[in-house]
């Protein structure tokens, strides 16, 4: 069974630098979102080698395929809930919930994060409130996976430091019922004579 490609970002991966067209305020942000389309890419690369590892929600249908050595797997799901509720006082929460099913087995994976936010000062090319920032306090993994009748359930919790757990975000687009972000990061990591790269691309549109 497939592991499930995580809609988290990792903290070392650093902001890119694309240029915003979409300068929002508290009140544009703020309302309960559904999430209509997201697509996140993620690259390692090490030795030579390299994988990744793309998942994309459309509406209630999930596709996730992994890459690895000229080989592709994918496999399709459903989307039971994409939501992300951002208010005005500075917090969010994000709940993302699928199902992967095949013949004799179901895999559902329930995701809920929760912080702070707030908007990125206005540096080089970016003017203000054309960035945001959502600082994860708390994020809760459930899984539960049901093979010939038998339902196994899992969960995991973690929590951080204001700041510990952050994601960068560009808006693109914000209007008074659709929101659109991008964000792009990268990680070099280097020891002796060996190094690794994890490149990370996310695009996300939600509406009220």
Do not use: H, P
Request: some cysteine.
């Amino acid at each position: 069974m497939k592991k499930v490609l995580l809609f988290v970002a990792a903290a070392a991966l650093v902001s890119g630098t694309m240029v915003s067209c979409g300068k929002s305020t508290k009140g544009k942000m703020d309302g309960a979102w559904t999430v209509g389309t997201m697509t996140q890419t993620s690259t390692n690369s090490s030795g030579g080698s390299s994988s990744t590892e793309v998942m994309t929600i459309d509406g209630t249908t999930v596709t996730q395929s992994s890459t690895s050595g000229g080989s592709t797997n994918t496999q399709t799901g459903t989307v039971n809930e994409a939501s992300w509720t951002i208010k005005k006082d500075g917090t969010w929460e994000r709940t993302i919930n699928m199902t992967f099913a095949g013949t004799g087995y179901s895999n559902t994976m329930i995701m809920t994060s929760s912080g702070n936010w707030d908007f990125a000062a206005g540096v080089g090319e970016f003017k203000k409130n054309e960035r945001v920032i959502f600082s994860t306090l708390s994020d809760t993994q459930t899984q539960s996976s049901t093979i010939g009748g038998s339902t196994t359930t899992s969960t995991s919790t973690s929590t951080y430091l204001d700041g510990e757990q952050a994601e960068t975000y560009t808006i693109t687009e914000s209007k008074g019922k659709s929101l659109k972000m991008e964000s792009k990061g990268s990680n070099t990591y280097s020891s002796g004579g060996s190094s690794s790269t994890e490149t990370r691309d996310m695009t996300v549109e939600m509406s009220l």
